[in-house]
């Protein structure tokens, strides 16, 4: 489990109102920060790849791309372990309703693997009611 | 307006389009769905599509990458074509065999093998 260890967390908070431009700030200052406290290339390819596909949930999927909707977004990055928030303005999401990708019968089908990335390479991943609030946990390992 | 910039290069080995991506990072939207079209077209227009997909060199790639990638391979197989993946670096095949694409896909290490194995 991320704590705050030994230096006090940095913390990002963004409102994100433009997907390309505002996805990409976010990864760049979720790098610079990880990077600053020494994380390798594996944890960074790990958070870019779930950042990114929360990110872009998010305004897809929850704010369906509608113009002037914003997303939230939290991050708590700390020594051993970074905690991340994606908040939107959607309905919720249930991501029971998702069919197993990787099931034989739908190994063709060209969507629903993004949360299963984030389960992944994350140590938690959650919905939090009513839905529209992903929170996800990076554990680092040494 | 001028066209947009391609994000594939293509060469011809032997009757094989052989495919490289233009971007290390296949990640951005706009550049996965100009991939997705480039590499239909292709298929779309080759009279037994036979492809080969080199990865070397990518860093990073998302879902929608692979979204593109399951469509190419279904468009090749309903025109009774070939695709093989190659090259592809440690880190983008852990996300294939997350996915258990490493079924659907035919993997090798080099772009020669990919090319021995095509029939």
């Known amino acids: 489990m991320a704590t705050a260890g030994a230096h006090p967390p940095s913390q990002i908070r963004v409102t994100l109102h433009e997907m390309r431009v505002d996805v990409e700030r976010v990864q760049r200052e979720v790098e610079g920060a990880i990077r600053a406290r020494g994380y390798d290339d594996d944890a960074a390819f790990a958070i870019r790849l779930c950042l990114e596909e929360a990110l872009v949930n998010a305004f897809r999927h929850g704010n369906r791309l509608e113009p002037g909707l914003t997303v939230e977004f939290r991050a708590d990055i700390m020594d051993d372990g970074c905690i991340f928030e994606v908040q939107d303005q959607g309905e919720g999401f249930d991501p029971a309703g998702v069919p197993d990708p990787t099931a034989d019968e739908n190994l063709e089908i060209p969507s629903g693997r993004g949360i299963m990335l984030m389960r992944a390479y994350m140590s938690e991943v959650a919905y939090l009611d009513p839905g529209n609030r992903l929170r996800m946990v990076f554990t680092r390992k040494r | ?119």
């Open chain 2, 1 to 119: 307006m001028s066209a947009a910039k391609s994000q594939i290069r293509v060469r011809d080995e032997g009757g094989v389009h052989c495919v490289e991506f233009v971007e290390r990072s296949i990640i951005d939207e706009a550049v996965i769905r100009q991939i997705g079209e480039e590499l239909l077209k292709l298929v779309d227009t080759a009279a037994t599509p036979t492809l080969v997909i080199d990865f070397t060199g990518v860093q990073h790639l998302s879902s929608a990458a692979l979204g593109v990638l399951i469509n190419v391979h279904n468009r090749v197989k309903s025109r009774s074509g070939q695709l093989r993946l190659c090259g592809i670096p440690k880190g983008i095949f852990e996300v294939f065999r997350i996915t258990k694409l490493d079924r659907l896909f035919q993997t090798s290490d080099t772009v020669a093998q990919a090319l021995e194995s095509i029939g």
